[in-house]
C-alpha cells in the first residue's frame, strides 16, 4: 500500500495564482547482493518524475496523471531492475504541483487538493538468493527546494537553471505529510500521455531580438533543444498558435498562461526539454540566442497525447477534405490528453463535458479510446451531484467556473454521461461501460426532467426553458455574435437534448434488460418530442423561430415523424441555401447537420456545406492554412487578423478545439458509408453517399471482431471493396439502391451508375 506521503515539512505555500516551488526528494540506495527483480511504485499529490542514476524512470509524462483526486488517486509500478546498478544507486523524485496544487483553471486557483505538495512510493527489491526488502518513503528520503528546476506550472510553463548543480541542493530531511483527502489508490489504468513524434522547425525567422520557429503543425506538447551554452546565458522561449500578420507571435488569446520556457545555460553542451508542463503552439520565439549560436543551436519539439492507439483510418480524394481529417486527428491528439479537454493552449485546459459529448463518436472511429474514457467516466461517476447534475469540467473540484451553475444539469454538456459511454458501447461493444454507468445516467436524466418540469404545466412541462444563462444553448454559433444570444438558443438546445437523453435512454434500459425502465423513458422522451413539434413548431416542420440548430437537433435525433421530417429538412436545406451554405450552428448542431441534409434526401447540400471554402465552415479553416480544428468559426479573417470582439467571452478565441471537428463521424459513416448497426460493428452497414465530386474514399476501423475496410472508386462504374470480419455481417448497399449481406471474406462489386442517386 503506497501511503507513506512525505513532504517538505516547512514549506508554507500561500501566494495565489501561481505554482508552488518544485521538490526533489532523494534516497540512496545501496545494493549488496545480486537483484533478481526490483519495483518502484510511486504516486504523488502533484505531478512526479522519477530519475534511477540519472536516467528517467518510465517513459510517461504526468504521472500520476490527472483525475478526480480526492475520490481517486493513481500510483504506477515500474520495473527498474536494468537500472540498478550493484553498489550505490540515488533516486530523485521531482515533484511540481501540477493539478492538484498548482494553480489551474481560469481563476488560476490553486491547492484545490493539497497545500503543497507529497510524495509516496514504495521500492521492493527481490534477490537472487530469495529475500526481499521494502523500502518505503519516509524520514530516510531527503528533500530539496533549490534545485535548477525553480518554476513548473501547467500553464505558466518552466523556468531551469542549469547551474544549479547537486551539490548546490541544500537538503533537509523529509516528513511525513497528512493529506486531507483519502482517495481510493488504485494502480494506473490510464491511458497516459507520451511522446508520439518528435516535430523539426519548417522554418526560423529573425524578427527583432528574436527567432521565429514555426513547427508547421499545431499540436500539444513540449520543445526539446541543445545548445552550446555560455554559463549565466538566458533563454526564453515563448510559444503561440499563430502569428500575426506581422510575423510576431499572436499570445493575447492564451489570457494569463504564460506558456513560456526560462533557461539559464550552464557553460557548454547540453539539452533541455520540459517534463513538468505542456503547451498548445506552432511557432516559437526565442530570445536570448547569440548570433553564432544559431547554426548549432537545434530546437525540437515533442508531441505529447494520451491518444496514442489510433483505431480507424479515412481518406479521399479531396485534398482538403484530407486536410480537415488530419485536422481533426491533430486536435484530437491534442486534446485527449490525460483528460478530455477543450483546448491545450490557454488557462483553461480543463475537461469540458459539452466538447467530449459532441466529439466522442468521432473520437472512438478515429482512436482507441476505451481506456482513455473509461478512467474519465469514472471521475464523472464519482463527482456526480446529489441532485444528479453532472459538473461541467471533470474533474471539476472547485477549479472554478462550474460552480456558477450550481444544479449542474446542463444541456449537452451533462449529456456527455450518456452519450459518451454509448460511443465507447456502439464502437467496441462493451456492455459493462452501460451497466457500470447505467446509475449516473438516469440520476443525471431525472434531474433534466425535474428542471424541465420546474414551475411549468400542461405541455410546457416538457419544455426545458428554465434559467438560460444556466446553459451554454448553442454554443459558439457563428450567426448570432455573442454568448448570450448563444444561450437565449437553450430552450431548443435543452428540449432536443431531454429528448435525446431519455430515447438514448429507454435504449440503454433494453440493452440492460431493464423493461419497466425503459418503457418510462420512451413514454417521456415521446411526450417532450411531442413538446418540441408543438411549441417550436408550426406542426408542418416549419421551426417559428428559424435557426440551423433548430432543425437539425429534431431531425437528427428523430423527433419529427417521417413525413414532417422530410419538410423539415426542405426548410433547413432552403436556411442552409441562404446562408450560402455556410454553417450556422454551434456545438450541439454542428455534429449533426450534415447527416440531417444527407438522410434526408439533400446531400447535395451536405455537400456543398462540406466543400464550402467561405468563412464560417470547416473548409474555410483549411483554406486559412488550419492545421487543427479551431473553437471560432470565425478565429481568423482572410488578412489574418482575428476579428472577435467583445463577446462576452473573455477573449474565448483556440484554435485547437476539437468539438466542430465532429463532422469528422460523417467521413465514416456516410462518405464511406460504414457504421455500426450493432454494437462493435457484430452486424454493420456499408452504404455511402455520393456527392460533392469526390471520385474515391476508402478508409478501415478496427473492432473487436478484426479490422473492417472500405473503398470505392467512382469513374465510368462504381466501385466498392469491403472487407468484412469473422463473425460479423455487413448490409451492403449500394448507390443504386441494391443490397446484399455480406459475410466473412473481401468483397468487390461494381455497378453501373447513369446518373448519382442522391435520394436513398
Ligand atoms: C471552453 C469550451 C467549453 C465552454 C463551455 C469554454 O471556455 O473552452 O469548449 O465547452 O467554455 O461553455
Known amino acids: ?329 491533430w486536435g484530437a491528439t491534442s486534446n485527449l490528453f490525460e483528460i478530455p479537454t477543450d483546448c491545450p493552449q490557454r488557462d483553461e485546459r480543463m475537461g469540458w463535458t459539452g466538447d467530449i459529448a459532441v466529439f466522442a463518436q468521432t473520437a472512438c472511429y478515429n482512436f482507441k479510446m476505451e481506456k482513455f474514457l473509461k478512467k474519465w467516466l469514472r471521475d464523472m461517476r464519482s463527482e456526480q451531484k446529489k441532485t444528479g447534475g453532472i459538473p461541467n469540467t471533470i474533474p471539476s473540484q472547485g477549479y472554478g467556473f462550474p460552480e456558477t451553475m450550481p444544479t449542474m444539469a446542463v444541456d449537452f454538456w451533462g449529456d456527455a454521461c450518456i452519450m459518451v459511454p454509448y460511443a465507447l458501447y456502439m464502437a467496441y461493444g462493451d456492455e459493462q461501460v452501460l451497466e457500470e454507468n447505467y446509475e449516473m445516467m438516469k440520476a443525471y436524466a431525472n434531474a433534466c426532467k425535474r428542471w424541465a418540469a420546474f414551475a411549468s404545466v400542461g405541455t410546457k412541462r416538457y419544455i426545458w426553458d428554465t434559467f438560460h444563462l444556466l446553459h451554454f444553448g448553442d454554443w459558439v454559433a457563428p450567426d448570432v455574435d455573442n454568448m448570450s444570444q448563444w444561450q437565449k438558443r437553450s430552450p431548443w438546445t435543452a428540449t432536443a437534448s431531454l429528448y435525446h437523453t431519455t430515447s438514448l435512454l429507454a435504449k440503454i434500459a433494453t440493452i440492460l434488460h431493464k423493461a419497466e425502465d425503459a418503457k418510462a423513458y420512451d413514454t417521456y422522451s415521446k411526450k417532450v418530442g411531442e413538446a418540441y413539434v408543438k411549441c417550436f413548431t408550426d406542426g408542418e416542420g416549419k421551426l417559428l423561430e428559424e435557426f440551423q440548430t433548430a432543425y437539425v437537433l429534431p431531425i437528427y435525433f428523430g423527433i419529427f415523424d417521417e413525413k414532417t421530417k422530410k419538410k423539415a429538412a426542405a426548410n433547413l436545406a432552403e436556411l442552409v441555401k441562404k446562408n450560402n451554405y455556410c454553417i450556422g450552428t454551434g456545438f450541439p448542431g454542428t455534429p449533426y447537420i450534415l447527416f440531417a441534409l444527407a438522410d434526408n434526401g439533400f446531400a447535395d447540400v451536405a455537400y456543398k456545406m462540406l466543400l464550402n471554402t467561405n468563412c464560417p465552415s470547416w473548409l474555410y479553416e483549411v483554406k486559412m492554412g488550419a492545421t487543427t480544428i479551431w473553437e471560432r468559426w470565425d478565429g481568423l479573417d482572410e488578412k489574418g ?120
Open 1 to 329: 500500500m503506497i501511503n507513506h506521503f512525505i513532504t517538505k515539512g516547512n514549506y508554507i505555500f500561500k501566494e495565489k495564482g501561481v505554482s508552488p516551488i518544485p521538490m526533489m526528494f532523494r534516497r540512496e540506495l545501496d545494493i549488496e547482493k545480486p537483484v533478481k527483480k526490483a519495483e518502484i511504485s510511486a504516486t504523488a499529490l502533484g505531478i512526479y518524475t522519477l530519475l534511477l542514476n540519472g536516467n528517467v524512470v518510465g517513459n510517461q509524462y504526468f504521472a500520476p496523471g490527472f483525475t478526480s483526486y480526492k475520490n481517486t488517486l493513481l500510483y504506477q509500478t515500474y520495473d527498474i531492475t536494468e537500472l540498478l546498478l550493484s553498489g550505490k544507486n540515488s533516486l530523485f523524485s521531482v515533484v511540481t504541483g501540477g493539478w492538484a496544487v498548482g494553480s489551474f483553471g481560469f481563476t488560476r486557483k490553486n491547492r484545490i487538493t493539497a497545500k503543497r505538495q507529497a510524495f509516496a512510493a514504495e521500492i521492493t527489491i527481490t534477490y537472487e538468493d530469495g529475500t526481499e526488502e521494502v523500502i518505503v518513503t519516509d524520514e530516510n528520503w531527503l528533500v530539496s527546494q533549490n534545485g535548477p528546476l525553480k518554476e513548473a506550472c501547467i500553464y505558466d510553463g518552466e523556468v531551469y537553471d542549469a547551474t544549479v548543480s547537486v551539490k548546490d541542493h541544500v537538503w533537509q530531511i523529509a516528513e511525513k505529510e497528512e493529506l486531507k483527502i483519502h482517495p481510493a489508490l488504485i494502480r494506473d489504468d490510464r491511458a497516459p500521455v507520451q511522446e508520439v513524434k518528435e516535430l523539426s522547425p519548417l522554418s526560423v525567422n529573425q524578427v527583432g531580438e528574436e527567432y521565429i520557429f514555426d513547427f508547421g503543425q499545431n499540436f500539444a506538447g513540449v520543445i526539446s533543444f541543445d545548445i552550446i551554452g555560455k554559463e549565466g546565458q538566458k533563454l526564453l522561449f515563448l510559444h503561440s498558435e499563430v502569428l500575426r500578420p506581422d510575423g510576431t507571435l499572436q499570445r493575447d488569446f492564451l489570457r494569463t498562461a504564460k506558456a513560456r520556457v526560462e533557461y539559464t545555460c550552464k557553460e557548454g553542451q547540453q539539452s533541455f526539454s520540459p517534463r513538468h508542463t505542456y503547451m498548445g503552439f506552432r511557432y516559437v520565439s526565442v530570445r536570448g540566442l547569440e548570433k553564432e549560436q544559431v547554426d548549432s543551436f537545434c530546437l525540437k519539439a515533442k508531441v505529447l497525447t494520451s491518444a496514442t492507439q489510433r483505431n480507424g483510418a479515412f481518406s479521399c480524394d479531396n485534398d482538403k477534405i484530407n486536410r480537415l481529417q488530419q485536422n481533426i486527428l
Open 641 to 760: 487578423n482575428c476579428p472577435i470582439g467583445d463577446d462576452g467571452t473573455d477573449t474565448m478565441i483556440s484554435y485547437n478545439h476539437y468539438a466542430s471537428g465532429a463532422v469528422g463521424a460523417f467521413f465514416y459513416r456516410r462518405i464511406l458509408g460504414l457504421e455500426p448497426l450493432e454494437a462493435g460493428y457484430k452486424t454493420f452497414m456499408v452504404k455511402p453517399i455520393l456527392g460533392g465530386d469526390l471520385h474515391e474514399a476508402k478508409g478501415r476501423v478496427d473492432t473487436p471482431f478484426g479490422t473492417i475496410s472500405v473503398s470505392w472508386k467512382l469513374g465510368d462504374e462504381f466501385e466498392i471493396q469491403v472487407e468484412v470480419p469473422k463473425e460479423t455481417s455487413c448490409e451492403l448497399e449500394l448507390p443504386d439502391g441494391s443490397k446484399e449481406q455480406l459475410f466473412e471474406g473481401i468483397h468487390k462489386r461494381k455497378i453501373n451508375l447513369t446518373e448519382v442517386n442522391y435520394e436513398r
